[in-house]
C-alpha cells in the first residue's frame, strides 16, 4: 500500500522512436500474414487482385495511423484508447473497451498467440504435441515477469523479437525475390480447394469478392492502435508516439506486400490458394527443407515478439480504468522501483492462463473478433468530436491529413469489417454482443463505488 505522505508512482519516460516503432509493428505482425493470403487468394482469384487487396489494407492501415497519431499527440496519456473514448464519449464506452480487452481480447490473444507459437515449436523441435501446452503456460509467464521489471527490460525483449522477425521475413522475400525455384511443394502441404481459384465474373462480382478479401487483410494490418496506451513511457510523446505510429505502419505495409509478391512468385495464385501454410511452402521451394525449418523459427519468434507486446501494451489500458475508480483499485498502482502496472500485468497473465487451461480462448476470441473493429470505428470518431471541441492543433503537430474525409473512409472499413463478421458468423456476433453487454451492469456496479470514492475518480 503506499504511504498517503509520498508522491504517486508515475510512469518512467524511456522509450524513443526506435522503441515505439518496434511497438507498432510487433503489435501488428503476429501469425495473420503467414495464413491469411491463402484466404484472400482464393476469394479474389488473381495475382494482381490479390495485391490490390492487401493494396487497400495498406491504405487504411495509414489513414488509421495517422488519425491514431492525432488522437496520441491530443492526449499523450497511458490507456490510449481507453482515455480518447473516455474523452469523447464519455466512460461506459470507454469501460466496455477495458472490460472486452481483459476477459477476451487482449487475454484470449495471448492464450492464442502462445499456443499457436508453441505448437510451432513443438514441431520444429520435433517434440510431442503434448508439450505445446506447458510451452505456452511458460511463454506468457516469462513475458509477463520482463515486462514487470521495467517498460525499458519489456520493450527491449519486444524489439530484440520484432527485428528477429523482420529478419526471417526479409530471408523470405530476398529468397523469393532474388532465386530460381528449385523444388516442388510436397502435395501433402497443400490443401485442395472446394471450387477451383478463378477471376471473379464481371465488375459486381469483383467488387463483392473484393470486399471478402478486405476482411482477413484488414484483420491482419490491426494492432497499431495498442502503442497509444504506453504514451507516458514515451519520451516527448507527443512527438513521439505520431512518428512511430506512421513508421511502424508504413514498415508493415511494405513487408505485407513484399512478402505477398513473394508468394505469388513462389507458388502463383492457384498454389497460394491452396496452401495451408504459404511462407513454409514459400522458403521450401527456394530453399528446400533448410528454407521450411529457417521459417517454422521465424514464425515461432513472430509470434512470441507479438505476445510480448500484447502483454506490455494492454495492461496499461486496465491501470487507467483502475485510475479511474472503474477497476480493482490495486491495478491503478505502479510498482514504486519498476514503474509498471504489476498488479494489472499479474491479473491479465493470471485470465490469459484460465483461458488457454481451459481451452476457451479460441471460442471466446471468435465470439468479440468483431470488436476490435468496433473499437477501431469509434475511436476514430473520437477523432471528430475532439477536434471540434478541442479545436486543431498547434503548428507542427501530428493533425491526421485530409480529415474528416480520411477518418469518415477509415470509419466506413471498420464498418465494412464489423458487418463482414456480423454476416459471416451471425451466432458468434449475437455471443459476442452478449458478452459485451454483460460489461453495462458491471461498469454501473463499479460507477456507483466510484460515486461513493469521489477521491479516486479523475
Not at 85 to 109: E, H, K, V
Not at 444 to 457: I, M, T, V, Y
Request: hydrophobic share 55%.
Amino acid at each position: 500500500m503506499q504511504n498517503h505522505t509520498s508522491p504517486p508512482v508515475g510512469y518512467a519516460a524511456r522509450l524513443g522512436v526506435f522503441s515505439g516503432t518496434m511497438l507498432v509493428v510487433g503489435g501488428i505482425i503476429g501469425s495473420g500474414i503467414f495464413l491469411s493470403p491463402a484466404v484472400v487468394a482464393q476469394r479474389v482469384g488473381t495475382g494482381a487482385l490479390t495485391l490490390t487487396a492487401w493494396g487497400i489494407g495498406a491504405v487504411v492501415a495509414i489513414i488509421g495511423g495517422f488519425v491514431y497519431a492525432e488522437l496520441g499527440a491530443r492526449r499523450p496519456l497511458a490507456g490510449g484508447t481507453y482515455i480518447y473514448l473516455r474523452d469523447a464519449f464519455g466512460s461506459l464506452p470507454a469501460f466496455l473497451y477495458g472490460w472486452a480487452l481483459f476477459l477476451i481480447m487482449a487475454t484470449g490473444a495471448m492464450a492464442a498467440v502462445a499456443m499457436t507459437g508453441a505448437s510451432y515449436f513443438a514441431s520444429l523441435m520435433g517434440w510431442s504435441p503434448a508439450t505445446a501446452q506447458p510451452l505456452a503456460i511458460a511463454c506468457i509467464v516469462i513475458l509477463t515477469l520482463l515486462n514487470a521489471l521495467g517498460v525499458r527490460v519489456g520493450a527491449t525483449t519486444g524489439n530484440i523479437l520484432t527485428v528477429l522477425k523482420l529478419a526471417a521475413i526479409a530471408l523470405l522475400v530476398v529468397a523469393a525475390l532474388t532465386l530460381s525455384p528449385t523444388y516442388a511443394v510436397p502435395a501433402p502441404a497443400m490443401l485442395v480447394p472446394s471450387v477451383p481459384v478463378a477471376p471473379p465474373p464481371g465488375l459486381a462480382a469483383t467488387v463483392l469478392a473484393m470486399g471478402a478479401a478486405l476482411v482477413p487483410v484488414l484483420f491482419s494490418f490491426g494492432g497499431w492502435q495498442q502503442t497509444n496506451a504506453v504514451a507516458e513511457e514515451l519520451r516527448d510523446p507527443a512527438r513521439t508516439l505520431p512518428r512511430a505510429l506512421i513508421l511502424g505502419v508504413l514498415i508493415v505495409a511494405a513487408t505485407y506486400l513484399l512478402v505477398n509478391i513473394a508468394y505469388l512468385r513462389a507458388l502463383g495464385v492457384q498454389g497460394l490458394a491452396a496452401s495451408s501454410a504459404p511462407a513454409a511452402d514459400t522458403m521450401f521451394v527456394f530453399l528446400g527443407p533448410a528454407g521450411r525449418t529457417l521459417i517454422t523459427a521465424g514464425i515461432v519468434i513472430s509470434t512470441v515478439g507479438f505476445l510480448s507486446m500484447v502483454i506490455l501494451m494492454s495492461a496499461r489500458v486496465y491501470q487507467a480504468m483502475a485510475a479511474d475508480g472503474l477497476f480493482f483499485q490495486r491495478m491503478a498502482t505502479l510498482h514504486p522501483v519498476t514503474q509498471t502496472p504489476v498488479a494489472a500485468l499479474v491479473a491479465q497473465g493470471v485470465v490469459a492462463l484460465l483461458l488457454l487451461l481451459t481451452g476457451t480462448y479460441g471460442q471466446l476470441l471468435d465470439y468479440v473478433v468483431f470488436a476490435d473493429w468496433i473499437f477501431f470505428g469509434t475511436t476514430a470518431a473520437a477523432l471528430v468530436v475532439l477536434r471540434r471541441r478541442d479545436g486543431p492543433l498547434p503548428p507542427g503537430g501530428a493533425s491526421a491529413p485530409g480529415h474528416p474525409y480520411t477518418t469518415l473512409v477509415f470509419i466506413a472499413a471498420a464498418v465494412y469489417v464489423v458487418i463482414g463478421s456480423i454476416l459471416s458468423n451471425p451466432g458468434n456476433a449475437a455471443r459476442g454482443a452478449g458478452l459485451l453487454a454483460l460489461g453495462v451492469p458491471v461498469y454501473h456496479w463499479w460507477n456507483r463505488r466510484r460515486a461513493g470514492d469521489a477521491p479516486h475518480a479523475r
